[in-house]
């Protein structure tokens, strides 16, 4: 079957902080990785997306995320988070080559940033 | 240029009303997908289309739920007989080509369902 894991249903960090929320995924074909925003009464917003190449991907709002995948994971990561990044993030696969044509969402992780 | 649009943005409705939702995507995408988003529930996929192709109605919850996608634009999720578990966040996406490779789905703002 094909999922994604969130661990964290909250991730807590100080304005100016690094952040990390956490992505690990399990697909039988090759993985186009996505992440995605979510702020309060809105859709979904595109952040970034690993379909190949470079490991590290560089995202909006100075968002990063690293493909790794001998763990399997594509960890969001931004190098001094705002307050303003405090929001709803979802990680999504596409398994490529399985010809299940759906994006798999995990169940999201909220990120707050205190002042 | 425009996004993904929906319509309306809310929506209160009666147990056993029927509702229709409806989902402008971004111009020239020929594939459009709807999730739905419940508390606790996360993204859930419902359906997609894909061109003139057959419609992926895989993930609809029940036969109270159908969809339509006319002229390969405008879409339309009607939900029939509304339950109050119906109630959530009705999210439409758009891509240029589902299976396209990595195509970036975009989507609307959502539409609150609220059965009372």
């Known amino acids: 079957a094909q999922s994604v894991a969130q661990p964290e249903d909250q991730v807590n960090v100080a304005e100016g902080n690094p952040l990390t929320v956490k992505c690990t995924y399990s697909?039988?074909?090759?993985?186009?990785l996505f992440w995605y925003v979510q702020y309060p009464n809105r859709g979904l917003q595109f952040l970034l997306k690993?379909?190949?190449?470079d490991n590290l991907v560089k995202g909006s709002y100075g968002f990063e995320a690293e493909f790794n995948k001998s763990q399997t994971s594509f960890h969001l990561k931004k190098p001094s988070a705002l307050v303003s990044d405090s929001a709803l993030y979802f990680c999504?696969?596409?398994?490529w080559g399985t010809g299940f044509q759906k994006l798999v969402f995990g169940t999201g992780t909220r990120l707050l940033v205190s002042p | 240029g425009a996004g993904v649009s929906q319509s309306p943005s809310n929506k209160v409705t009666e147990k056993g009303k029927d509702v229709e939702l409806r989902c402008d995507p971004i111009?020239?995408?020929?594939?459009l997908y709807w999730y739905r988003q419940s508390l606790g529930q996360g993204l859930e996929f419902l359906i997609y289309f894909q061109g003139n192709s057959a419609p992926d109605k895989s993930g609809l919850p029940s036969d109270r739920f159908s969809a339509e996608r006319t002229g390969g634009s405008v879409s339309t999720l009607t939900i029939q007989r509304t339950q109050q578990e119906d109630s959530a966040v009705y999210l439409c996406a758009s891509s240029l080509e589902a299976g396209g490779a990595g195509d970036t789905q975009y989507f609307g703002p959502g539409t609150r369902l609220t059965v009372l």
């Open positions: 999504a696969v596409y398994p």
């Open positions: 697909v039988s074909g090759n993985p186009y």
């Open positions: 111009s020239g995408h020929t594939a």
């Open positions: 690993y379909i190949t190449g």
